[in-house]
């Protein structure tokens, strides 16, 4: 139960799965190096194809600190595979109780596919609280997963089929959906043109959809520390609509950004790449129109972040 706590926490964190089906041993390492760089170090290798099975078997062999899974898994027999091959969780399209109960004693974290009423009291009784939600919008999309999420609070959903950068927003945006999971970093053929880069550039955007930033002020007596908080607002520029921001004075001497987002827990993550540590022993501070927020402090012990979520 804690591997499975653990996994559903970094799934929240990042938002994204990728789900990968790999066709040539040689585009492996490359593929998985390239969505890390990508901010994503979480990968769903579909076990479609026997190159699949050795790809799992090569990530979880030389790059240990990629938390990858065996997505597609159907029967007991690929549970025992994917466990040989180092898979630390597993992915099954549906509900199937057998596979359930093999992942649980082999102590590997499962999230099966559960898209009605039954399957997801089926999973809470054998003491499952994630689900994939597959094919995404074939059964009802955003609006049946909210629908979902009521009578079933403890569930949480990863959407996934066809998925792409365009349905971020609109899955993540509910309380009840983990991540999105989907293959749409490599689409357009990048990993026949070897262009990682791309694929790289692909999964940075989807982090920052993920996070979805909105600026809502700035307060502060010293707008001169512009530079620093340029810098700040280019590394998230992605993910800010361009919205009327509100500047305020306050007698401080530090400046505050104060930012909503679709979820603290990625929120927290992505600053922290930045050199961002959360305050927990702060007082709370709040700007008009604002619930109590989180806050975070740069590296230069000038700036503050101060954090609300947004989740419907």
């Not at 979480?42 to 479609?48: G, H, S």
């Not at 982090?207 to 307060?219: E, I």
Request: net charge neutral; aromatic share 6%; glycine share 8%.
């Amino acid at each position: 139960m804690r591997q499975q706590a653990q996994l559903q926490d970094l799934i929240e964190a990042i938002g994204i799965v990728p789900t990968i089906q790999f066709d040539s041993l040689g585009d492996v390492l490359p593929l998985a190096d390239s969505i890390v760089r990508g901010g994503i170090p979480l990968i769903e290798v579909m076990l479609r194809n026997e190159v699949s099975v050795k790809a799992l078997e090569v990530i979880c062999a030389k790059r240990p600190d990629i938390v990858a899974g065996a997505g597609t898994v159907t029967n007991t027999e690929q549970v025992g595979i994917a466990k040989r091959a180092g898979a630390k969780f597993i992915v099954a399209p549906g509900f199937n109780s057998k596979v359930v109960a093999a992942c649980q004693k082999h102590n590997l974290p499962i999230i099966p596919g559960c898209v009605t009423p039954s399957e997801v009291e089926a999973g809470l009784d054998m003491g499952l609280r994630v689900f994939k939600f597959f094919p995404a919008w074939q059964h009802g999309g955003r609006d049946a997963i909210r629908m979902l999420a009521g009578p079933y609070p403890t569930a949480r959903f990863i959407p996934t089929g066809g998925l792409g950068p365009q349905d971020i927003e609109a899955f993540l945006s509910l309380k009840s959906v983990l991540a999105i999971g989907g293959d749409f970093m490599v689409w357009d053929n990048a990993v026949a043109r070897k262009d990682w880069k791309q694929i790289s550039e692909t999964c940075r955007k989807a982090v920052l959809g993920a996070v979805r930033f909105q600026l809502k002020a700035v307060a502060s007596d010293d707008l001169e520390q512009g530079s620093d908080i340029q810098r700040l607002l280019s590394t998230l520029a992605e993910s800010l609509p361009k919205e009327q921001v509100a500047v305020f004075a306050r007698k401080s001497d530090k400046t505050r950004l104060f930012f909503s987002t679709l979820r603290l827990s990625r929120a927290i993550r992505l600053l922290e790449t930045q050199g961002f540590r959360p305050l927990p022993d702060e007082p709370r501070h709040t700007a008009p129109d604002y619930a109590d927020a989180i806050e975070m402090m740069g590296p230069d012990g000038k700036l503050l972040v101060c954090l609300t979520e947004r989740i419907s």
